[in-house]
């Protein structure tokens, strides 16, 4: 049952039905945990097409998502814990408890990138080659996995009027907004400026492709890097239930640092025409001359 709000005029409030999708004996399905799985297969299939179209053998990019996998999840807890620990040192049983809520995606890139480089190292790929492929699909799955915030009434912002003001539940408001009934849609924010993100790297991509573009190696994920967390930043500024270092959001520093690293890179291919420096050296088969 949707909680009961009043209605208004020109307004299109969001409200969540739950965190539950379903619940089949001792067996719950979490609508966080189904769109986690989906934002996983979807960027999978995306990456191998990609791979596909750049005559990079497919088969690296599944081997490298399970990679990924097991390394991001567990960092963007960790991430999450360490930075709220708090909360989390009175009641530790609660760490462990991802399918709540509460995991933090720059620790998942971190993680992802750290698996990736070794990944990369191992099997003397190019780790730039790689990321450009996996970005696209990074991004949409992000879109998609911010939708489980929704789902749980959580990284929601401060309160609102506007139109397309989010309903947040009683019991899920901080304490000094428990007057307040409806918040910013940040998790929509996101959503959105993340597919409008997954939109530019897709044209970047085909258009280099065709000759219309000459892409080096890293770009798609320099971009990616930069256009996420310009997004990130500001819409950072909204929320109710940041990450704080002392009286720094730590989404925020670390956007900061992103968009200077990321203006860097770029700067270095384009402006000073060099390579971005790699892990190993490439193998030469199942990847055309033209990305070597």
Do not use: C
């Not at 009961?4 to 409200?15: D, N, V, Y």
């Not at 492929?133 to 998609?144: D, F, K, M, N």
């Not at 899920?172 to 597919?195: C, G, I, K, M």
């Amino acid at each position: 049952m949707l909680p009961a709000i009043p209605s208004l005029p020109l307004a299109f409030q969001f409200a969540s039905p739950g965190p539950i999708l379903v619940r089949i004996g001792p067996l719950t399905i979490r609508w966080y945990g189904l769109l986690i799985a989906a934002a996983v297969l979807i960027g999978v299939s995306l990456s191998q097409y990609l791979a596909k179209r750049r005559h990079i053998n497919p088969d690296l990019v599944g081997d490298l998502v399970i990679w990924l996998v097991i390394a991001a999840i567990p960092a963007a807890r960790l991430y999450y814990v360490l930075f709220n620990w708090s909360a989390y040192a009175q009641n530790p049983g609660q760490i462990i408890a991802i399918w709540q809520g509460g995991i933090a995606i720059h620790g998942a890139i971190l993680g992802g990138i750290a698996a990736a480089l070794i990944f990369a190292r191992l099997n003397r790929i190019s780790f730039w080659q790689l990321a450009d492929l996996v970005a696209p699909s990074l991004i949409l799955g992000q879109a998609i996995g911010r939708w489980g915030n929704f789902f749980n009434s959580e990284a929601f912002g401060s309160p609102t009027n506007l139109p397309w003001k989010l309903y947040i539940p009683l019991n899920q408001r901080p304490t000094e907004y428990a007057d307040f009934a409806y918040f910013h849609p940040t998790f929509l924010y996101e959503s959105l400026w993340n597919l409008m993100v997954f939109g530019l790297l897709l044209t970047l991509f085909f258009r280099g492709l065709k000759g219309k573009l000459h892409l080096k190696a890293g770009t798609l994920f320099l971009v990616y890097w930069v256009a996420y967390s310009l997004g990130r930043f500001w819409i950072e500024a909204l929320r109710t239930d940041s990450l704080m270092l002392g009286p720094l959001r730590i989404a925020q520093v670390v956007s900061l640092v992103g968009i200077m690293l990321g203006l860097a890179g770029l700067a270095w291919l384009y402006i000073y025409k060099r390579s971005l420096p790699d892990v190993a050296p490439v193998r030469e088969e199942g990847v055309e001359a033209s990305e070597r």
